[in-house]
Every structure is written in C-alpha cells, then in structure tokens.
C-alpha cells in the first residue's frame, strides 16, 4: 500500500480488533456465563463492516496527530456501532424471526444457551451501544448528535420498522419498491448511519458530505443486501458461516426477480457505487481511497 495516510487508516482498523478483543466489560455478577456470553458473538469473527465505514471516514477528514489523541474515544463509537449491529443479529436469528442456528461459523446465542439468554443479552448490546457513546470524551454537541444518529437509525425509524415490516409480510410478497423500502431500513440506514458518524466525530461540518454520505452509504447497504440475498440460495453453511436458505418465504431480491435479475442487480449497484466513489471532489480524495479499498475487499468478499 503505497499512500502512508491509506496505511494508517488500515493499521487503524487493525488497532480497532485489538481494542475490541481486549476490552473488559467488567461485569460483576455470581452468573455463570452471562458476561462471556455478552460479548460472544460480537467476537466471534465478522467483517466489522459498519465499525470500517466509521473510520474511512472519520480517518480520511481528522489529522492524524489529532487523531491519536482520542484514538480510545474513536474505537467506543466504533464499538458502538458493531455492538448495536450484534444486537440485531442476535434477535435476528431467534426462533420467532429466522430460526438460524448458525452465524459467523458459530452457533447462535440461543442454540448454544438459551433463547432467554439470546434475548437478554440482545437488549443489553442494545443499551450497552449507548453507554459507550454517552461515555466517550468528546465534545458533548459531538456527542448528542452520534447518539442521535446511532438511535434514529438502528431503531424505529430505521433498522426495527425494516425488520418488522420483513416480518410481518412474510409469506406476503412485496414489489420492488416495498421490498427497497425494507431493507433501505433494515440494512442500509445503519450502514449510512457509520459514514454519517465518522463526519459527525470529526467535528467537521460540511453540508453538502453528509449528503453525499448519506446517499451513498444507503446504496452500498442496499447492495449489501442484494448480495446477502444471493449468498442465502447459493452458498452452503460451511461457505457463509450461518445458516442458510432460509428465505425461501421472505422478501429477498432473488425471490422477487429471480436469480439471474438479482445479480445483474447487484452488478448495476456495485458500478453506481463506484461511479459515485470516483465522482468525489480532488479535496476527498483519501476518503475516496479509504473507501475504495474497504469496498473492494468487501466485493472480493475478503475480510
């Protein structure tokens, strides 16, 4: 990697999976595995997708010597997001919505305790998303405004009406624009919400990026989709890492157009995502690298 301000993003990331696997929730309790199993699934592997699109941006428009100084306050919003993200998961793999026994190439929550224990430490994901927010050192307006965005996105107004919506039609179909709907909701918001949050950490405001972000990021989080939607009818357990075909009676893309018209789809969305990324004024041009490089990997489905 040739741009010394591209690796530092990278080493960034790095440092990200360091913090998270060393971080000590300090539970205090006579429960037998209540706090090994809280951070459990958040451990258990994942791309850190969301935490990644945070710090391209976030890296890409703070100086780096500004930066290092509240590097630890950076990674709790990080945090936060992938601990917000796990919640969903959990509770989206529960009996009463997918049923999935597997994910991240280990066993869900409530196949390996209980579904009490899935459900619990879900809500406490949930809430401990927050805490680290409200903890964090920044500036307090900072603060409200990432806690703001982080709760609009993943709830309601977001991630849960997308998932209620997913529920509540199944064995429904939906047309194209019901189906976006959904899953700009369910999946894409909170996507859109990690580049929102790496501007609004950087203290910097600028009217016409967070417009740009916001656009983009629900387009890669519906091709996100689109290509989840595939994986779950052309890949087994073993090459996913959870549980698959179990759409079969949901409202995915490949349901509502086939398979082929569902990767055409997802080609067409992977070139406007590109097309967009080189559309970036010459001043972004290291968010365009930072985020070129993560969507790449993603692509490529590397991790």
């Given at each position: 990697m040739n741009n010394p301000k591209l690796s530092f993003y990278y080493n960034e990331c790095e440092n990200f999976e360091s913090f998270l696997n060393n971080h000590n929730l300090e539970l205090k309790s006579f429960h037998p595995y209540l706090e090994e199993a809280f951070f459990e699934m958040v451990l258990n592997g994942g791309k850190r997708f969301r935490p990644k699109l945070f710090l391209a941006s976030l890296c890409a428009l703070v100086d780096k010597k500004h930066y290092l100084t509240k590097q630890t306050e950076y990674f709790k919003i990080a945090l936060s997001i992938e601990c917000l993200h796990t919640y969903s998961l959990i509770h989206d793999d529960l009996p009463c919505m997918d049923n999935a026994s597997l994910r991240r190439n280990h066993p869900t929550l409530h196949a390996k305790y209980n579904e009490t224990t899935a459900v619990l430490i879900g809500d406490a994901l949930n809430t401990y998303a927050f805490e680290l927010l409200s903890s964090s050192l920044l500036e307090s307006p900072i603060i409200v405004e990432l806690v703001k965005i982080l709760s609009t996105n993943g709830g309601i107004k977001g991630m849960v009406l997308g998932q209620a919506i997913d529920c509540y039609f199944e064995n429904t179909p939906l047309n194209l624009e019901q189906l976006t709907f959904l899953h700009k909701h369910k999946t894409a918001k909170l996507i859109s919400a990690s580049l929102i949050m790496g501007l609004v950490a950087s203290g910097i405001k600028d009217t016409e990026l967070l417009k740009w972000l916001s656009a983009f990021g629900l387009k890669v989080g519906l091709c996100f989709q689109v290509l989840d939607d595939i994986i779950d009818v052309t890949q087994n357990e073993e090459e996913s890492g959870k549980t698959t075909h179990?759409?079969?009676?949901?409202?995915?893309?490949?349901?509502?157009?086939?398979?082929?018209?569902?990767?055409?789809?997802?080609?067409?969305?992977?070139?406007?995502?590109?097309?967009?990324?080189?559309?970036?004024?010459?001043?972004?041009?290291?968010?365009?690298?930072?985020?070129?490089?993560?969507?790449?990997?993603?692509?490529?489905?590397?991790?």
């Open positions: 179990l759409d079969s009676a949901k409202n995915s893309f490949v349901n509502l157009l086939g398979l082929d018209k569902a990767n055409h789809y997802a080609n067409t969305l992977k070139t406007e995502i590109l097309n967009d990324l080189n559309s970036l004024e010459f001043s972004h041009t290291l968010l365009k690298e930072n985020l070129q490089e993560l969507l790449n990997a993603w692509l490529k489905g590397e991790k």
